[in-house]
């Protein structure tokens, strides 16, 4: 059974700092993995999908990188903002069905 | 505007009371998913349905019913077997062909039992 797992649960950084998410999943037979922002009480924003056959995707400040064969996703967030500061979420496609999520690193960027 | 809409916001359930949560897309997906959050943690999938008229159980789906009548909605039931129910619940759809494209999410019902 396919497990997500996000490290650190919480970070906390000044503003303006490079910053770097991690992402590990337990079996490496995925279809995408897809990279989701989460504000306090509301719903999920995608931010990235990097498809099974790609190592990386890019969007304004953030790289999402994939290593299939390691099981580990990284999100690079360039130049944080205070407006960065929320919940990311991390999931990949199991049997190209359903999405299965890691827990969330909540981030918090200090003006 | 396109997009996935879920009503109520907020949802109060009395002690043995089953209650219904809307979710409606106008995106014309075919799959729709329902998911749990709770506190601190990620989405666990309750129901899927990837076609009108099927609907497949995903890791908690105990405690709950579904229906796919018409392509644009899947109605969520907490009937009154879950016990555990406050919750954050998310419904999202994505293109046919699942695993292939993003997910769209509403912006979610708070449950919360009186």
């Known amino acids: 059974k396919q497990e997500v797992t996000q490290i650190p649960a919480a970070l906390s950084v000044p503003e303006g700092e490079n910053l770097v998410l991690n992402c590990s999943f337990t079996?490496?037979?995925?279809?995408?993995l897809q990279w989701f922002r989460q504000d306090p009480g509301k719903g999920l924003t995608s931010l990235l999908l990097?498809?099974?056959?790609?190592r990386e995707q890019t969007s304004g400040r953030l790289n999402a990188s994939l290593d299939k064969s390691s099981g580990r996703s990284t999100l690079y967030i360039a130049a944080s903002q205070p407006g960065d500061s929320a919940t990311y979420l991390c999931?990949?496609?199991?049997?190209?069905?359903?999405?299965?999520f890691g827990q969330g690193t909540r981030l918090t960027i200090n003006p | 505007d396109g997009g996935i809409t879920q009503s109520p916001k907020y949802l109060f359930r009395k002690e043995g009371q089953n209650v219904t949560l809307s979710c409606e897309q106008n995106?014309?997906?075919?799959?729709m998913y329902w998911y749990r959050q709770d506190p601190g943690q990620g989405l666990r999938l309750i129901y899927y349905?990837?076609?009108?008229?099927?609907?497949q159980k995903g890791d908690i789906a105990e405690g709950y019913s579904v229906s796919r009548e018409k392509k644009e909605s899947f109605p969520l039931t907490v009937t009154s077997a879950q016990k555990n129910p406050t919750a954050f619940y998310l419904c999202?759809?994505?293109?046919?062909?699942?695993?292939?494209?993003?997910?769209?999410f509403g912006p979610g019902t708070r449950l919360l039992v009186l």
């Open positions: 999202a759809s994505s293109p046919r062909g699942v695993g292939l494209g993003t997910q769209y």
């Open positions: 079996d490496s037979a995925i279809y995408n």
């Open positions: 990097i498809q099974s056959s790609q």
């Open positions: 999931a990949v496609w199991e049997g190209a069905q359903k999405l299965v």
């Open positions: 995106l014309n997906h075919d799959a």
């Open positions: 349905s990837q076609i009108v008229n099927d609907f």
